[in-house]
C-alpha cells in the first residue's frame, strides 16, 4: 500500500514539538511493516542546510505557482522523504512558524496553503509524479487542507486526519480566504469557516475519512466543550469517524541503554546508574550535590498548555520539601522570567536553562527521579512517556493521554504492581503540591520507589501495536 504522510516538521530534520517524534518515527515503522511510504515535508533552509545535497525529482506547478520536490532519506533510516521547494520555506530562516520575537510569520496562510496544494496534487495524480499514493495521511492544521482539496477530485485518494493538538486551529481572515483562491464553497460552515475565519484544521476535521487523536483519552475530550475548543459540535458529530491512537515512542531514540548523550547508559538491570547521571547533571547545572533528596525535572515548552500556571504558585514550597528542581525549555517570556527569577534566589537547588537543548533533555530524563508534567490539556504528551523508560517517575494530571499512560501510586496500586507515577486531577496548584509530597515522601521509601520505578520501565510504548491500529485504519478507509 502507498501511503503519503504529510505534516511541517520531522525528527530529526526540523523539531519543535512532539509532532516532530511523531512524523520521524511512525511512517518509518509503517515503512518497515511493508507500505510503499513518502514522507513530504517543507524544504526549510534549517532542513536543506543540515543534509547532504538533495536529489531532484521534479518540477510541479500547483495553482501557478512553481516548487521543486527533493528528496532524501530521514536521517537514521531509509524513509524516502520528500522536500517541498520554494522560496518561503527555503529561504526562510530560523523556526518553522514564526519569528525570533515569535510572531507568526505573516505569510504562513500562503506557506501551509502551498504545502496542502502540492500534497493534494501528489494524492490526486496531478503533480506529475509517476507516483500516487493510495492513502494520503495528514497532520495538524498545517496539512488540513490538503484533505479539504482532495475532494475537488474524482482521483480521491482515502484520508487520514491526525489531530495532535486542537489549540492551533490555522485561523485566518476572509481576505487570506479571497487570497488564497480556495474554492467559494469552502466558505461555509460546513467546510472552512469558523465563526467568520477560515479555518485550516477544519479541512481535515470535516473532510478526512478517519479523524485520528493521539490518544484515547483525548479523543473523547475534544468530543466535549472545554476541550473541543468550539470544534466540539462537528467532532462529535462525527465521532464515528474518530479513533483515538495512542504515541509511541521511538525507541532509537529514547532507549537509556543505549542513549549517546548519556554518560552512564542503563537498563532495569543496573538501574544503579541512573545515580551518577544525576551527580553528572547536577553538577553541569551547577546544583548541590545533595543526596538526601529528589531531584525533578521539567522539560518542555513553557506555556499555559504545561501547567505553568500551577507551577509557578507552588515552586517555593517544592524546594522546601525539600526537592530540587531542572528545568528545560522555551516559552512565554513571563513564565521564563519567573522561573528564572526563583532560581536565581535558590542557585544550589533550581536550574533553569531556557534554550532548546537535544541533550540536556536527554540528560535530564535519565537523572531525575521525578518528571513534572501537570498540563491543562495534553492531547498525549510524549515526555512521560520518555520518562518512564527512563524510570524517571512521571508526577501527571489526570488529563488526555497523560491519564492513559500513568498510572497513580498508591495502596492498591503498589500491592498489585500497577503503580508507575503520581496523578492528580484537578487544575489545582494545591493539588499539584499535595501530589509533589507523596512523590518526595515515596522516594525516601526506596524499595517501593525501586518497584515503581522498575514498573515504569517495563511499559510497553513502542509504536508496533499503534502503527498496527493506523495500519488497519488505512485498510478501513477502502
Ligand atoms: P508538545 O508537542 O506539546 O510540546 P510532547 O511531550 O508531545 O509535547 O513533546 C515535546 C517534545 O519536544 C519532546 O520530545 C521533548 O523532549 C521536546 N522538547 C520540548 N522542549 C524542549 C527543549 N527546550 N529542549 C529539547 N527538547 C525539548
Ligand atoms: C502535540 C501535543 C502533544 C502530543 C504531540 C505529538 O504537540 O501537544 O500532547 O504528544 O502533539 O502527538
Redesign the pocket.
Known sequence: MRLLFVASEA?PLI????????AGSLPEVLRQQGMDVRLLLPAYQHVLESIEPPEFVADMEVDGTALRILATRLPGTELITWLLEHPVFSQRPGNPYHDHLGQPWPDNADRFALLSRAAAAIATGTAGLDWRPEVLHCNDWHTGLAVALTHLSEQRPRTVFTV??LAHMGLFDRETFDRLRLPAHFWSDSALEFYNQCSFIKGGLVYADYITT?SPGYAREICEAPGGMGLEGLISQRRERLVGIL?GIDNRV?NPATDPYLEHPFSPETLDAKARNKAALRASLGLAPAEDRPLVGL???LVE??GLELILPVLESFLELPVQLAI???GEPRYEQRLQAVAAAHPDAMAV??????S???RI?AAADIFL?P?LF?????????SLRYGTLPLVRAVG?LADTVVDTNAQSVADGSATGFVFRRPDAGELLAAMQRAAALWYDKQSWRQVQLTAMRQDFSWQQSANRYLQLYNDTA
Not at 15 to 22: E, F, I, N, R
Not at 353 to 358: I, M, N
Not at 378 to 386: H, R, S
Request: aromatic share 10%; proline share 2%.
Open positions: 525528527y523539531k519543535t514539538g512532539g509532532l516532530a517524534d511523531v495532535h493538538s493521539v504515541n529514547w522539560v518542555g515548552r498548555q504545561k528545560l525549555g522555551t536553562v531556557l534554550a532548546y537543548d537535544e540536556l533533555a536527554h530524563e508534567m498540563s495534553e492531547p498525549c504528551g510524549l515526555n512521560q512517556l520518555y493521554g
